[in-house]
């Protein structure tokens, strides 16, 4: 018999139904049920013996202490210790590693030629922008060897405040419940004193703060001026209220607060003379205002030390090498400021950094650094601190290959004998013999006079924390004169007033949570705007737009705000938008 | 071949014309493929739904297409168990309208959910308080009776019929089909209420909210009463769409004029109840749950004007042209009441499903509007060219229409005459 | 749990019975085919598919009724109306019928069926059936026919033989049961034993009866033919010999659907 | 027979966003994909900033942490869900997410009066590396599938275990806190069990000036938000029909 197309069907039809009748049809379901379950591209979380190290954060001057849960050698979550929790990007500084912006390759070699030949008439200068690390005294060190060598801070070091005694705080644009010295003093304290902010925008702190006076952008030096003098019982300069945009009676209130419901503490975003002389007048120094106490260094190290200048202070046109240290961020100085101090023809920019987001933008020479918590280095006395303190952020993970260690870089350019200074510093600490040093696995804390010096360096290593006995001085600190952001000059084709606020950099992917997946912050490259000049900008609420300033433009989105103040528009400062900002800046948003 | 395969005596226009008309419908459906295989790939990120918005296009489609699909178990319901055989005139294409429907409205929300491959887990592991388990079953149910129900009608394609057991199953199964039209009514009956309870149990959405009767909440009846209520209209606007189309007498003016009847009775009694209920939600429920019913309609631009479009304009007024037989007799009339009548029903799911998920709940939340991606919209038209299509092979090809031969053969429709007893004349007397 | 029970059941009822209605339809259909009822149902389909006026009783032809449609499939054997009238009117010959009818022959020795088909008993207690004038005419230039083999069985309106002619296919239906005995005689196709010994021949149409039906079928033919053409060949006008030469344009799918009642 | 609940001190948080974020790490919830809004994002907690409406030094401002209310009574997604992916744990009263049994048909998402229940649009996906720092008690989602706030379940486990290793059968309430409760910098965020008098949530729950949101729907939500000021109190309520948020 021969096999005809009908015969053909019936054979795929009768299969076809018997099929059903076996276990294969109902197995491949399950399958497909249990395949989706972990889809490929569904990463397995690693598994294994969990153990807890310690360290400090090292992404703010705060330095908060942090208690790592690791999976083998990998932290896998960071937690404060009980009582002192930290920041939204403390949480995740574990993630900093794989960093989609991270940069791990750079040109060691030919930087070091390229500084090598540099004509030895113009100053070399490195630009520190965390001081008061040990990496700083190694840095002093450095150009204290090299001829017209400089060393650099970006501002004054801030005396220390001490939130905890102040009954009144009064605070210049400072964002004091925004990560500003370790969340867990200032929440401590918090309860305690009675909150003005002073700011322009609508900030958490000045939503969360006593009394909010919404001053017009720019005026802060008037209104401290103009509360100095009611203080020192003069009369009240009767174009202040047109010019700050806050009623009379309201700054007498104020005024009348501080001087009355004391101790009083003034505190403002960048130290302006006008806030020191504030503090002297209601008698803060010493009270609730210290110079800053550093740990003890190796005498040989302060023998030879380059003088700390600040930034402003170098004449401009005069730096030929600038050595940029970013590894420890902490304020970020408009390239417009930079690039004045440096010489016209062709200067040489090297710069220390995880990511180009910073000055890699406009350096030759990018070298990679590691990030925490990968680094080791020692943080700077935390701001909210009277006493000298000295803790580590001993490194976590291990750094990838290729990574510079700038003071190690810095040191071997100026030919210093490459000795490991965080151990000679802890050294030199240990000799003085005093304070205290608390480890947080034991949670106890012990002289370091009872101590051996290598269990001393090995608890620093854990995360451990020296506390020097010494109390504060009472001899006031001399302010120096800087000067807060002025007024921007007024430009019709201009007309916004700009008000920035910093984006931590380089901060988790997994902050999307804050800045995209919610509202909570203002996210990187977007402006808020108040409605009505929303309206007059022709822009709406999420749309993309251009702001433009005399320094040139950069694509925005827009935030529609209603707290926002009209003709003020508050950025969201990447350091690009910074550099396009600069200090104080007018702006205009243009629709695109 | 083509001639072939279409019925004697049924004039069907040239292969030719045909193809050209096929051809938009066919490109459609591919777009709309494309479309929906994005989002089966890339995932529903390709959509412009989002956490506020669960609920968008394809869900608001699915509700109506289905309401709209409830012609067929109405008209089964009507013609096998009521026995109202005037109706037999359209219950085939009823049948084809509804199985598209239904079939169409399956493959969207196999679209629409985010783990088509566990579909099955709701027969595996149902959870008989959800609403939306009674809706999948039902309809998967109903989807397969009514795949049985269109069976016998594909099978009398002349073509098929040649095959003798194709031609005996269909005559057996034809014998039988008052079985599936009752499991049909039953199912159908209560998916039709269940994907209005759907958003009746949204305790959550005091919006949608209702207090009912025993499970159910008041929505599952009123889906139930619009949707066949507003069946037989749908029926009636495809019936003469279709023969508008093809200018060919598909059925006598009585029956259309019998659909437009029914479907005017179902739709007043509908617009009652549906007015006795949102006056008990404003009143008791809505504020029960401290909502003030007000608040809803201050959020531009869903304002009280919806509401009166809803019951007002596209309830009462089709309803009353529908009742009354000097307008119901003008064609104009009933096609544009008829029209009227789906289009509320889709409003009524409209609003159901996309105000319910616009409206804040929370004190600080805002109200949130929504514009489908072309994904969506490629997805929502894929159904409809499918619809398109397989109704148009079916007319072409099966036989939709029991009265058109009829009407072919007798081009002037006189009225039936009936038979009467013989006249006692002489044989051979001619 | 209640709750389950209950909905679960009642799911799973319905789909029961939907499944248990499906296979039932599939067993009955195997018993049908198993039993060759095939051309009965097919017949039965295709007469529920004719627009009523083709469905007309015969006795409407001979003006007993104004209007009736057949019930029972042209099987007047089974129906009681027909007897009932027969019985109260028996057969007057008025005048004797004559062989020719509008130029065609219709011999008064046989029956006529309704698919232009003929039954003659013969003698030997055989009947032969044969194509009457008119379907012979139309079927005038056939390209093949198909006659079933000697000893095949033969079913009331089921096929007789089948003829293709031009883009038609045609089925002869049967006018009689019964078993081929001889094919292809003289004047008729196929000789006949008939089943149960002598044929029933109730349900056709005896030679009286054929003028008025003949009638309406030349009618029928006409709008088949040339549905704008005025009807030419009822009236009188002698049709005619060899229509599918004369009507090359005509498509003949269509007629002789029409005509022998095709479906 | 315990019942977690939170309570909620709205003068107290400073929108610091540690919770949103404590919650992310914990409960390997990735990174938003490009183009994700704040409305296709996935945060189990999520802060909003409300504000009174006023202009000026007269505006006053507050910040609200939404999670899953963790609803008590007829808890609108559980009844709805087809498939049983929901349900309330009658030991803990935690109302918990099966993410492989969701079949990703969003009616709970719908059913929600908080809109606390999160869709995963997109796959989980981590920068190349990041994926090494996944909490391995927590199993990251598929693409397609609603998942919420569950007290941090894992946590909850261990919990369980580290009891069962001393053989004791209650968990000591120290030993289980949520990541958010865990990392909230000004201790706004408190939990407990709320049949125990005693306990925190407990007991703020008692002291006047807390409420509950949307408290009229009788969904009898666990957790309970304080504050002294009335304004905010108003949000416990439903929307007055003006805009009032921005979050």
Same mark, same amino acid.
């Given at each position: ?518 509202n ?21 609420d999420g ?50 | ?47 412009n739904m989002d956490n506020r918005f669960a609920f968008g ?148 959405r005091?919006f ?91 959020w531009n631009p869903f ?50 499903t996309v105000q319910t998920l616009a409206l804040p709940t929370l004190?600080f939340d805002q109200f949130v509007s929504y514009r489908p ?58 | ?146 006659? *079933?083999?000697? +000893?095949?069985?033969?079913? %009331?309106? =089921?096929?007789? &033989? ?5 883009? !038609? $296919?045609?089925?002869?239906?049967? *006018?009689?049961? +019964?078993?081929?005995?001889? %094919?292809? =005689?003289?004047? &008729? ?5 008939? !089943? $149960? ?12 009866? %054929? ?53 | ?36 809004g704040d409305r296709k994002g ?6 909003f ?60 998402m719908a059913?929600?009066?908080?809109h ?123 929307p007055?029909?003006?805009e009032k948020a921005?979050g």
């Open positions: 018999m021969q096999t005809t197309r009908r015969d053909l069907f019936k054979f795929a039809a009768g299969s076809a139904a018997g099929l059903v009748f076996t276990p294969v049809p109902w197995r491949l379901i399950t399958d497909t049920a249990l395949w989706s379950e972990n889809w490929p591209g569904i990463p397995r979380p690693a598994r294994g013996e969990i153990h807890t190290r310690f360290t400090n954060c090292a992404l703010c001057p705060a330095g908060c202490a942090v208690r790592a849960r690791c999976v083998g050698p990998q932290p896998v979550a960071l937690t404060g210790l009980p009582g002192q929790p930290l920041c939204a990007f403390g949480l995740v500084g574990h993630h900093l590693p794989y960093h989609p912006g991270r940069v791990t390759q750079g040109a060691l070699e030919q930087a070091a030629a390229a500084i090598a030949h540099r004509d030895p008439k113009a100053s070399i200068a490195v630009l520190d922008l965390r001081p008061g690390r040990t990496a700083s005294w190694t840095y002093r060190r450095a150009m204290a060897a090299i001829p017209h060598g400089l060393y650099l801070a970006p501002k004054r070091i801030s005396p220390a405040v001490n939130l905890a005694d102040a009954k009144t705080v009064l605070s210049f644009g400072a964002p004091l419940l925004e990560g500003w010295g370790t969340p867990a003093s200032v929440f401590a304290a918090r309860e305690r004193f009675r909150l003005v902010q002073v700011e322009p925008v609508p900030s958490p702190t000045a939503a969360l703060a006593d009394l909010w006076l919404p001053i017009r952008a720019g005026s802060e030096t008037a209104l401290a001026r103009a509360i100095a003098q009611l203080l020192r019982k003069q009369a009240l300069p009767p174009e202040v209220a047109a010019l700050t945009g806050i009623p009379e009676e309201q700054i007498v209130s104020v005024a009348r607060q501080v001087a009355e419901n004391g101790p009083a503490l003034v505190v403002a975003a960048e130290e302006f003379p006008a806030m020191s002389e504030l503090n002297r007048l209601l008698g803060s120094l010493g009270r609730t205002v210290f110079p800053r106490r550093e740990a003890p260094v190796p005498e040989s190290w302060t023998r030879a030390a380059a003088p700390v200048t600040t930034f402003a202070s170098v004449a401009d046109h005069s730096i030929g090498v600038l050595l940029i240290d970013e590894s420890a961020p902490d304020t970020y100085l408009p390239w417009s400021v930079v690039q004045k101090k440096l010489v016209p023809y062709d200067p040489l920019v090297v710069t220390f950094a995880s990511s180009r987001a910073g000055y890699g933008r406009h350096a030759q020479y990018l070298l990679p650094t590691a990030v925490y918590p990968e680094i080791t280095s020692d943080l700077p006395p935390a701001l909210h601190s009277a006493a000298a303190t000295f803790r580590l952020a001993a490194p976590l993970v291990a750094p990838p290959a290729g990574v510079v260690d700038p003071p190690t870089f810095v040191a071997r350019m100026a030919r210093l004998p490459l000795t490991p200074a965080l151990r000679e510093r802890a050294g030199a600490i240990h000799q003085a013999g005093r304070g205290t040093v608390s480890t947080w696995r034991d949670g106890k804390s012990v002289p370091v006079r009872q101590v051996k010096f290598d269990d001393f360096w090995s608890a620093l290593n854990e995360g451990g924390c020296w506390i020097d006995s010494q109390g504060p001085q009472a001899p006031a600190p001399q302010m120096e004169s800087g000067s807060f952001a002025d007024p921007p000059v007024e430009q019709s084709s201009l007309p916004l007033v700009v008000v920035t606020t910093a984006v931590p950099q380089p901060f988790s992917p997994l902050l999307s949570k804050l800045y995209g997946e919610s909570l912050r203002l996210s990187p490259g977007r402006i808020a705007l108040h409605p009505e000049t929303a309206r007059q900008c022709g822009v709406t749309a993309r737009a251009a702001l433009e300033t005399i320094r040139g433009r950069a694509a925005v989105q827009v935030s529609i705000d209603s707290g926002m103040p009209p003709g003020v528009v508050r950025v969201a400062a990447t350091p690009a938008l910074l550099d396009l900002c600069g200090p104080s800046a007018r702006a205009k948003v243009v629709r695109v | 071949m083509d001639r072939q395969l279409i019925a004697r005596r049924l004039p069907r226009c040239p292969a030719r014309q045909f193809v050209l008309w096929l051809l938009p419908w066919t490109a459609l459906l591919a777009f709309g493929l494309y479309a929906a295989g994005l989002c089966l790939v890339k995932g529903l990120n390709q959509t296009l394809w869900i608001f489609l699915d509700l109506t297409v289905i309401a709209l699909g409830a012609g067929a178990f109405f008209t089964g319901f009507l013609v096998y168990i009521l026995k109202l055989k005037e109706l037999s005139a359209v219950i085939y294409s009823a049948v084809v309208i509804g199985f598209v429907c239904y079939s169409g409205a399956v493959a969207v929300l196999l679209v629409d959910v985010g783990q088509p491959l566990r579909a099955w887990f709701t027969f595996w592991y149902p959870n008989v308080h959800s609403m939306l388990t009674e809706v999948t079953f039902c309809i998967t149910c109903y989807l397969t009776v009514l795949f049985i129900e269109y069976l016998p009608i594909i099978l009398k394609n002349r073509k098929l019929r040649q095959v003798p057991s194709f031609l005996v199953f269909e005559f057996q199964l034809h014998k039988l089909i008052y079985v599936l039209a009752g499991a049909g009514t039953f199912l159908s009956f209560f998916h039709q209420g269940s994907l209005g309870g759907l958003y009746g149990v949204l305790r959550g005091p949608a909210f209702r207090e009912g009767f025993a499970i159910w909440p008041s929505t599952f009846f009123l889906f139930i009463i619009s949707a066949v209520a507003v069946g037989p209209a749908f029926i009636l606007l495809t019936t003469w769409l279709v023969s508008k189309i093809s200018q060919r007498r598909l059925v006598k003016p009585q029956v259309l004029d019998l659909l437009g009847r029914i479907s005017g009775l179902l739709l007043s009694v509908y617009v009652l109840a549906k007015t006795v209920d949102t006056l008990i939600w404003i009143n008791r429920t809505s504020p029960g749950s401290g909502f003030p019913a007000w608040q809803y309609y201050s304002g009280t004007w919806i509401l009166f479009a809803e019951i007002v304009v596209f309830g009462l007024i089709p309803a009353l042209i529908l009742l009354i037989p000097r307008l119901r007799r003008r064609t104009g009339w009933l096609v544009s009441a008829a029209l009227m009548a789906c289009l509320g029903v889709a409003l009524n799911r409209f609003v159901l004190g991606s072309w994904q969506e919209t490629g997805t929502f038209l894929a159904v409809v060219a499918y619809g398109v299509l397989v109704y148009s092979f079916s007319f072409r090809y099966l036989q939709l229409f029991p009265q058109e031969r009829a009407l072919e053969a007798a081009p002037a429709a006189e009225a039936e005459p009936v038979e009467e007893e013989p006249v006692l004349v002489g044989r051979y007397s001619l | 749990m209640i709750g389950s029970l209950v909905f679960l059941g009642a799911f799973y009822a319905v789909l029961a019975v939907v499944a248990a209605t499906v296979a039932c339809a599939a067993i009955r259909s195997r018993r049908a085919l198993a039993a060759q009822q095939v051309d009965e149902i097919r017949w039965h389909e295709t007469f529920h598919e004719l627009p009523p006026s083709e469905r007309q009783c015969r006795h409407v032809a001979t003006g007993e009724f104004r209007y009736r449609e057949c019930p029972h499939a042209f099987d007047c054997r089974i129906c009681e109306t027909h007897t009932r009238l027969v019985a109260r009117k028996p057969l007057i010959l008025r005048d004797t019928p004559q062989e020719e009818i509008f130029g065609m022959s219709f011999p008064l020795d046989r029956f006529y069926h309704r698919g232009h088909t003929w039954v003659r008993p013969e003698p030997d207690g055989t009947v032969t059936i044969g194509l009457d004038e008119l379907g012979r005419r139309v079927l005038s230039s056939p390209d093949r026919v198909e006659l *079933p083999p000697a +000893g095949a069985g033969l079913r %009331v309106n =089921g096929t007789a &033989w089948r003829v293709h002619q031009r883009n !038609a $296919d045609v089925r002869l239906l049967s *006018p009689v049961e +019964g078993q081929v005995v001889e %094919v292809g =005689g003289p004047d &008729w196709v196929l000789r006949v034993k008939p !089943a $149960d010994g002598c044929p029933d021949l109730r349900h056709l149409l005896t030679p009286e009866e %054929v003028r008025p039906w003949l009638l309406r079928e030349m009618e029928r033919l006409q709008l088949a033919l040339s549905p704008a053409a005025a009807p030419t060949l009822a009236d009188g006008g002698v049709l005619v010999d060899d229509i599918a030469a004369n009507y090359p344009e005509a498509d003949w799918d269509a007629v002789c659907g029409e005509l022998f009642l095709q479906g | 027979m315990t019942r977690y609940g939170m309570s909620i001190d709205i003068d107290r948080c400073t929108g610091c966003g540690a919770c949103m974020v404590a919650c992310a790490v914990e409960n390997n919830i990735p990174p938003a994909p490009e183009g994700a996935i945060t189990w907690i999520r802060v900033q409300v504000n009174n409406g006023e202009d000026g030094s007269n505006r006053k401002s507050a910040f609200v942490p939404v999670l899953c209310q963790q609803c008590g009574h007829e808890t609108p997604c559980v009844s709805v869900c087809p498939q049983q992916a929901v349900r309330v744990d009658p030991q803990t009263g935690i109302v918990g997410q099966m993410p492989e049994r969701c079949l990703g048909c969003r009616y709970c059913a929600c009066p908080y606390a229940r999160y869709f995963n649009w997109w796959d989980p996906v981590w920068p190349p590396g990041m994926e090494k720092t996944l909490n391995p008690a927590v199993a990251p989602r598929m693409r397609g599938v609603v998942e919420k706030c569950n007290f941090c379940h894992g946590r909850w486990h261990a919990a369980k275990e580290r009891a069962a290793a001393q053989n004791r059968r209650e968990i000591d309430p120290g030993d289980y806190l949520p990541a958010c409760v865990e990392a909230c910098p000004t201790g706004a965020i408190r939990f407990g069990d709320l049949n125990d008098r005693a306990s925190v949530p407990a007991r703020d729950a008692r002291q006047d000036g807390s409420f509950r949101l949307l408290e009229k729907l009788g969904t009898d939500p666990k957790i309970h938000y304080h504050s002294r000021q009335g304004w905010v109190r108003q949000i416990a309520s439903a007055s029909g003006k921005r």
